[in-house]
């Protein structure tokens, strides 16, 4: 079956995610001691802090490729992505409501891209009915 355009464009954007967030963690990683010494934080949240991001920056990776190569593990996988990306838009916010857009449009681009994998076309392009 081919790939739905708006699968393969999900694809591309988690890989580009997944790449800048592999930057990302290295940075907090390897740089961590200059960072905490201008920011002020520990370096232990900083050290949570790059291997959340990395944890998440690998996940986004391997999503890009089972969407691009349309593996049936690569769906059910997007959608617990999406509800993890809605938790924690909602635990940011309650961490700081001054947040609220930032909340709104987290939401928003979680919510159309859950109905779009829900779609029956985009269902049986990952072998489910």
């Known amino acids: 079956m081919q790939r739905p355009t708006g699968v393969t464009i999900i694809a591309v954007l988690s890989a580009i995610g997944g790449v800048f967030g592999l930057l990302a963690s290295i940075a907090l990683l390897g740089f961590g001691g200059a960072i905490a010494g201008a920011t002020g934080l ?11 991001v990395l944890a998440y920056s690998i996940l986004s990776l391997v999503l890009a490729y089972g969407f691009w190569t349309l593996q049936s593990w690569a769906w ?6 999406e509800i993890l990306g809605i938790v924690q838009a ?40």
Not at 42 to 52: D, F, I
Not at 101 to 111: D, K, M
């Open 90 to 129: 909602v635990l940011q916010y309650m961490n700081d409501t001054r947040q609220v857009v930032s909340l709104v449009i987290s939401l928003a681009i979680a919510g159309v891209i859950l109905w779009y994998l829900f779609q029956p076309h985009v269902k049986a392009a990952f072998g489910r009915t």
């Open 42 to 52: 520990s370096g232990g949240m900083l050290l949570v802090a790059g291997l959340t």
């Open 76 to 81: 059910p996988l997007g959608v617990g992505v």
